[in-house]
């Protein structure tokens, strides 16, 4: 047997090789539209941004190609955009985090309901999850205004009106708000796939409820926090459409930033703007992979 | 949620009622939550309602903000726009989505993970840079075709729908994924083993099989397409105006119930949306 | 029915990346015979039956189905269809749907896929079940659709990859008889995969038996048991005590003396040529061997003074564990012929006495 395997190496036949470059073709038409939408309207456009960001702004807004590093160094000398980083950051970190605190009771609640219950109250989630974003922050104008119903509460309690809106504790409502589902949806399906028979197992090897949760559920139930906090924290930080509406645009984030030196000063800095954007991926980046790096340490 | 079993004596009593304890206070917190969710819109739809011209408090019930609403012809025509937009890119990236997940699920090639992970960057990338990055690009490349060809292109409907399609189709890729996931592929060989060649097999087996899915990706799309506003307000052209970045001028002015209405209706639509997808779901 | 045979494997290798699945395979299943493949899980089994299926196509060799080669058919343009282990039916479509998927492939006029679907269902007991979904049938009726849906197609071969694999045992044995009791009925050529052993010995004409991509051994269910050709054969059906040692000289009846490096001595019976001097296995299977309380007459082979270590009642016999030499442990099966609950009438450990078998009952093994 030996002898004959080696004296008839298989050969692919000719019929076996054309069905092969055939599925080749079939695999290429059906790669071939995605992957040219892709690279060419989101991975191009990137490369266009690196290059804006080392151009020259000119006088009247138009951007001259002359190759510069001082659109880096004004982000990096200017308080205005320093403190706009941290300010952005600050407010990604602290949605996050509360988010967090107040997302995972409810996600474990859900998860312990009936299976009845468990897809009204997850479809209640889902609700604000889909609904526009524009329009939840719009909500919360309306209650926080001068003659809104918080005011017109506090006011027939015999209090002076206070001035919510536009306000920095707005802008933290708002955000909260609209990103609660975020972080509610990938716990709960991590938790979905907890088995919680460990905690009974952890308990009855003399867990107390803490270290139950510290050493068992917590560690098992990390890949939904951190996909939580990561789909919570990204658009917090870029935001600025609830600084600008509940904020008043009076304090400057991230976002305001950006969408004022591409659209609407005068005149525009789009190499400014583009640098921005390229630190602000580049601090994100850091960011993310420190938190992963936390958080499967955690794991083990 | 969590139990002691430090005495045994108390194990039924004492362990219920610490469940039932716990569970109360999750409860609670559940209900805190879902009013903290809920209540802006409930109230947001309420106001749509009010006499009261500035839309924050309860003066009585009126009908008169949805009647101006309808009058509007600029913010029926944003209407018109942004529906218009969400169809045509919903249909093109439902089509290019499924065809990418069937590659992604069938077949091992090279470079298959640097794919896989351009197709998830559209999802975390910060929306505002995708939005800026296509401004640029589209300046950029318009500047260069006008100085090649004396062509003079705008940015507009056009070009708002091909940045929806770039920006929807991962979500697409997504859904119709998870849905090929699912799928048995001993299907399809039984079919073939029954006589239906490739194609028939897609369409009698595979297709039908993965339907709920393509449904699924196609109205998530949709109602991104629909509910987006950072990308729109980007990539849109002097002229052009599309419904949430018509809302957002208006709402940077003032609250006027005539924008509660036009919210509610929003709100409306995806509410039914989202009926749509779960009820699609549930029937797989 | 050209030549009798349904299908013919020539030197067939599947290979994947560096792996031989099936290497060098050559059979011949004749037609209107119920032939098994037999083997433990990765032994190129299922490989083999969907390569002749068409869902892969083999590496080199040759497949031919009534004498047509098939190499690279695919499997929509070969007539043999499947039984899955999953059953594989469409979960959208009904009973009857499922059933009549293959004729409407082939554009069969309506009127003729309507009898003939239900004719298939009735063949196979489902008659009144034609509009349930496969999800609202038990197991047993999934498998029964899955073999409609595949005979309805008149196929040269059907082609049956574990299909009672996920029924339960009682349910498992009663399929058995009607698979086979049907296989008749219809007389088509059914190929059948399993690592159940005793599956392959109650429905089989033939069986070949497979490890690591060869085909070590292809005959009837009593050949298969009795004369094994290999040890991997002897040990994978059924259960059996294997000696090693030295093979001494054959007798003209085929009866070889062997010798064991602890000093015993055996007479078994050799199928194959065996060279004096060669290592050779002895295979003896515990129920063909003896116990006896009194020494047997002097003369009588094999026999030797043991002692019992372990009893097992298993109620249709009992398994017992004998030491023998230094400690070399032997294990027969003595049925339980008489009804008593007397403790005398069983073998208990720390008896002796003497174990025995005629040599023809154990078998030289040079592989």
């Known amino acids: 047997m030996a002898l004959e395997t080696l004296t008839s190496e298989p050969r692919e036949s000719r019929v076996a090789a054309l069905l092969r470059r055939s599925e080749r073709f079939r695999l290429g038409l059906l790669l071939f539209p995605g992957l040219f939408w892709l690279l060419l309207f989101f991975a191009l456009p990137l490369v266009v941004v690196v290059l804006y960001s080392f151009a020259t702004p000119g006088p009247t807004g138009r951007v001259e190609w002359h190759f510069t590093l001082a659109n880096y160094g004004t982000l990096f000398t200017e308080s205005l955009y320093v403190n706009a980083y941290l300010r952005s950051i600050w407010a990604g970190v602290l949605t996050t985090l509360i988010c967090l605190l107040a997302g995972y009771p409810l996600a474990l609640y859900i998860v312990r309901r009936p299976p009845r219950w468990r897809t009204v109250l997850l479809f209640l989630i889902l609700i604000p999850f889909w609904t526009n974003f524009l329009v939840r922050t719009y909500a919360w104008m309306i209650i926080l205004s001068n003659n809104g119903i918080i005011n017109s509460i506090i006011q027939a309690l015999g209090l002076p009106r206070v001035a919510l809106y536009p306000s920095e504790g707005a802008v933290l409502i708002g955000l909260i708000y609209g990103n609660l589902p975020f972080m509610v949806l990938p716990i709960f399906a991590s938790l979905d796939r907890f088995d919680f028979t460990l905690l009974e197992a952890a308990a009855d090897l003399g867990a107390d409820q803490t270290r139950a949760f510290l050493r068992v559920m917590l560690p098992l139930t990390m890949p939904g926090i951190a996909a939580g906090s990561v789909l919570v924290f990204i658009p917090t930080v870029g935001q600025f459409v609830v600084s600008d509406l509940l904020g008043g645009a009076k304090v400057d984030y991230l976002g305001n930033l950006l969408q004022r030196l591409f659209t609407r000063s005068n005149p525009p800095n789009w190499p400014l703007g583009s640098a921005m954007a390229i630190v602000f991926m580049a601090v994100l980046t850091v960011a993310i992979l420190l938190y992963f790096r936390i958080t499967t340490e955690q794991d083990r | 949620m969590l139990d002691t079993p430090t005495t045994r004596k108390p194990y039924v009593t004492g362990m219920d009622s610490r469940r039932s304890a716990g569970m109360l206070a999750l409860g609670a917190h559940t209900i805190l939550t879902m009013v903290f969710l809920y209540a802006p819109i409930v109230v947001l739809v309420a106001f749509s309602f009010t006499r009261d011209s500035f839309g924050v408090r309860w003066t009585g019930f009126t009908l008169d903000w949805y009647r101006r609403l309808l009058a509007d012809q600029r913010l029926l025509g944003a209407a018109l726009n942004t529906l218009y937009v969400a169809l045509t890119s919903t249909i093109v990236s439902t089509i290019i989505g499924t065809m990418t997940a069937l590659a992604m699920e069938r077949y091992h090639f090279r470079g298959r993970t640097g794919f896989d992970a351009l197709l998830y960057l559209p999802i975390v990338i910060p929306e505002i840079v995708m939005a800026l990055a296509l401004l640029a690009f589209f300046a950029f490349s318009f500047g260069i075709l006008e100085l090649l060809s004396g062509l003079r292109l705008q940015m507009g409907l056009g070009t708002v729908t091909i940045a929806h399609i770039a920006f929807t189709i991962s979500f697409v890729v997504v859904v119709v994924r998870a849905s090929l996931k699912g799928f048995d592929m001993r299907l399809e060989e039984a079919a073939q083993d029954l006589g239906a060649n490739e194609w028939q097999t897609f369409r009698h087996i595979t297709l039908p099989l993965i339907l709920p899915g393509i449904i699924g990706g196609a109205l998530l799309a949709f109602t991104l397409s629909l509910d987006d506003f950072i990308i729109t307000f980007f990539t849109t052209g002097p002229g052009t105006s599309l419904l949430p970045v018509e809302v957002y001028g208006q709402v940077k002015r003032a609250i006027t119930p005539k924008i509660n209405a036009i919210s509610t209706l929003m709100l409306l639509v995806s509410i039914t949306l989202v009926f749509l997808s779960q009820f699609i779901q549930r029937r797989r | 029915m050209k030549n009798g ?17 099936v290497d060098h395979v050559s059979m011949q299943i004749r037609d209107g015979e119920f032939f098994s493949m037999l083997g433990p899980s990765g032994c190129g089994k299922t490989t083999t039956l969907r390569m002749i299926a068409g869902f892969e196509f083999p590496t080199a060799g040759e497949i031919a189905l009534h004498g047509k080669l098939v190499g690279t058919t695919p499997p929509f343009r070969r007539n043999v269809n499947t039984v899955f282990q999953s059953y ?34 009735d063949l196979v007991r489902l008659g009144g079940f034609s509009g349930r979904r496969p999800r609202q049938l038990s197991g047993g009726q999934q498998q029964r659709v899955a073999l409609a849906r595949a005979l309805v197609n008149h196929p040269e071969v059907l082609l049956l990859d574990e299909p009672l694999g996920a029924l339960d045992l009682k349910l498992r044995k009663e399929m058995q008889l009607e698979l086979k009791s049907l296989q008749e009925r219809v007389g088509i050529t059914f190929i059948y995969v399993t690592h159940d052993q005793e599956e392959a010995l109650t429905m089989s004409d033939r069986i070949a038996v497979m490890n690591a991509g060869k085909v070590l051994q292809v005959g009837t269910p009593t050949e298969i048991y009795e004369r094994p050709v290999c040890r991997f054969v002897a040990d994978f059906i059924g259960e059996t005590n294997f000696i090693e040692g030295l093979a001494g000289g054959v007798e003209p009846d085929g009866v070889a003396t062997i010798t064991t490096d602890d000093g015993l001595t055996f007479r078994a019976q050799t199928t194959r040529p065996v060279t004096p001097g060669a290592k050779v296995t002895l295979s003896i299977r515990p129920e063909k061997a003896f116990l006896a309380v009194q020494s047997p007459p002097p003369g009588t082979p094999n026999c030797f003074p043991v002692t019992v270590a372990r009893v097992a009642y298993i109620g249709s016999d009992t398994r017992i564990d004998v030491r023998l030499g230094q400690g070399r442990l032997f294990d027969l099966w003595e049925q339980n012929s008489r009804s008593t609950l007397d403790r005398d009438a069983y073998w208990q450990p720390g008896e002796t006495g003497f174990l025995w078998w005629p040599a023809e009952n154990a078998l030289v093994l040079t592989e």
């Open chain 3, 88 to 121: 594989a039916l469409f979960p959208h479509m009904t009973v009857a749907e499922n059933v009549a998927f293959g004729l409407q492939m082939k554009k069969t006029p309506q009127a003729e896929i309507a009898r003939r679907v239900e004719e298939a269902l």
């Open chain 3, 5 to 21: 045979i349904a299908v013919d494997l020539r030197n067939v290798v599947k290979r994947f990346a560096e792996v031989y699945a």
